[in-house]
């Protein structure tokens, strides 16, 4: 579904990504591990098109998308959580959804995929008209969630979804995101939390300063040796 | 003073409120969008009122033709300028687009001197806002009640835009954050333009107004207007649609209360807008609708 070769990226003189190769097939969860710096979120931000990449090619469903604007990206069914949620703090709840469907008409379809993510998360039901600014980090993390399944992709990219949240609703978050995915969706997910990550995963990659330096199996990544040390604690 | 001169000062304070209304928009919209006070925006009010001469007074088109297409052709100029002047150096240090603004500030200045002349040319008012009403001993020219109208009607359409309309949602999101505005599939750079559209045609409909009101106009008559409105709109709390309008009709009454009250001192007329801009400044920076939100 999305194929990456050969990507550098820089910024001004930091070579941030330095010749990434990678896939995502339709219809699994891949997910992307590595120290902080080493690059994750660089790689997810190319392949919307935020940031533009000096050489190499970003794939997606058989089309050359390297270079195009983000708005024309991102109506071909690609979605991003971003880091840290970005929901907007000065808009409802309601609109922040509305945001995340922007190009679609808000039909019967659209109706279907809002009470989708209502019945997702309910908090957000009974908060429809708050300003996001005052959802709690948790809640945000929702919001954001539901943002993005609101403009129905295709693939859907979460850069740690997990981040800053308790572990009752980290565990809530991954449940999420199976479900998502159980319901059609192809998932590229970066974690700091590797363990929760490569339990789920299909395929997993593994990136050291913009290199990927290992790639496997969800299943081969958990046992490798080097994959323990550096990043299950042991 | 009696009541009925206070009344019509009232009124007076309110019409030129209405126009001071109608530019800050433009101000506080792209402000809010890109963070660019585009000191150009008086000048062009100023291009808006040639388009509408010529249509109206050289081309004897009706006004309630002439001047509709004169505030198109405004809000295509402004769509030009960002496009020209503003788009290429959006990722550029914020002290090169405000110097690019001053720049296309100069030029269309000095672009009106060289085309349409340095001389003031007189602009004729449509008989249906000629009239001068008297009522109770209250006079009150019939334009000082058809510009609050006016602007009623434009600020009505404004505020839906902004707080109803998908674009506006896009408006307001840019606001807080391009990058993320992006990834919902918001082309950016159209909704800026947009932005562009709508603060120039709202200036031109202040401006032709103006033009009415005062009723010359000249190459170098947006400079004034634009810089009050700007001061109107950090008092309404820059960035905020509705703070620009309320900042604005509050200025002008201000302004033509000031003079009432204060007769000798009218000379000082043009200073009491930056008297106020300093007092914002210093005692409520972020004006009266500025609020702080939660990041
Ligand atoms: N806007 C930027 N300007 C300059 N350097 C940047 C910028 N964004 C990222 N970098 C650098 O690029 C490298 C990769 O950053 P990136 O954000 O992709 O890392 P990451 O793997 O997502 O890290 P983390 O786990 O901390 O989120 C880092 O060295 C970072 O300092
Ligand atoms: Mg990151």
């Known amino acids: ?234 | 003073m009696t009541l009925s001169t206070f009344i019509q000062q009232l009124i007076n304070g309110f019409s030129l409120g209405s126009l001071y209304a109608l530019i800050a928009i433009g101000y506080t919209m792209v402000y809010g969008i890109i963070r660019l006070i585009n000191f150009a925006h008086g000048d062009v009010m100023m291009m808006s009122t040639y388009f509408a001469f010529f249509g109206y007074i050289i081309f004897r088109i009706p006004w309630y033709i002439s001047f509709p297409i004169a505030m198109i052709l405004t809000a295509v100029l402004g769509i030009l300028i960002d496009r020209g002047a503003y788009k290429p150096v959006r990722n550029a240090p914020r002290i090169s687009a405000l110097i690019t603004a001053i720049g296309v500030s100069f030029f269309l200045e000095n672009f009106g001197i060289v085309v349409f002349g340095g001389r003031p040319k007189g602009f004729r008012i449509p008989k249906l806002f000629g009239h001068i009403f008297e009522v109770k001993g209250v006079t009150v020219p019939a334009l000082s009640l058809w510009i609050p109208f006016f602007t009623a009607i434009f600020l009505v359409l404004t505020f839906y835009i902004v707080y109803r309309t998908r674009r506006g949602m896009a408006m307001r999101a840019i606001s807080r954050d391009m990058d993320t505005t992006r990834i919902m599939g918001v082309d950016v750079d159209g909704i800026i333009s947009f932005t562009f559209a709508l603060g120039s045609f709202l200036a031109a409909a202040g401006g032709i107004m103006w033009a009415m009101k005062y009723p010359q106009i000249n190459p170098l008559m947006g400079i004034i207007p634009g810089l009050k409105a700007f001061v109107a709109a950090v008092f309404g709390g820059i960035g905020n649609v509705v703070g620009a309008a309320i900042g604005g009709i509050l200025l002008g009454i201000i302004e033509i209360m000031f003079v009432a009250f204060f007769p000798q001192l009218a000379g000082y007329r043009d200073a009491v807008a930056f008297f106020l801009l300093i007092g914002v400044l210093i005692f409520k920076p972020t004006g009266i609708m500025g609020e702080v939100l939660p990041e």
Request: hydrophobic share 40%.
């Open chain 1, 1 to 234: 579904m999305l194929k990456i070769e050969n990507l550098h990226v820089f910024y001004g003189g930091i070579h941030a990504l330095k010749g990434i190769s990678m896939e995502v097939p339709e219809g699994k969860i891949v997910t992307l591990i590595g120290a902080n710096g080493a690059g994750k979120s660089t790689t997810l931000r190319t392949i919307v098109g935020l940031v533009k990449p000096r050489e190499g090619k970003i794939i997606y469903r058989g089309e050359d998308i390297t270079g195009k604007p983000s708005h024309y990206i991102v109506r071909k069914g690609i979605a991003l959580v971003p880091e840290g949620r970005k929901v907007f703090v000065n808009l409802t709840v309601y609109e922040n959804l509305l945001m995340g469907g922007y190009n679609r008409p808000e039909d019967d379809e659209f109706r279907k995929d809002l009470e989708y993510v209502f019945s997702l998360f309910p908090r957000l039901a009974e908060r429809k008209n708050q300003l996001a600014g005052t959802l709690s980090g948790g809640e945000q993390q929702m919001l954001a969630l539901g943002r993005a399944l609101m403009s129905r992709p295709k693939l859907m990219m979460l850069d740690e979804p997990s981040l800053g949240l308790a572990p009752k609703l980290v565990e809530d978050v991954f449940k999420s995101i199976q479900e998502i995915h159980q319901n059609g969706t192809t998932i590229l997910l970066i974690e700091q939390n590797a363990m929760a990550a490569l339990q789920i995963a299909d395929y997993g990659y593994v990136l050291e300063t913009g290199r990927i330096v290992l790639e496997g199996t969800g299943e081969e990544l958990l046992h490798n040796e080097d994959v323990k040390k550096a990043y299950l604690g042991g």
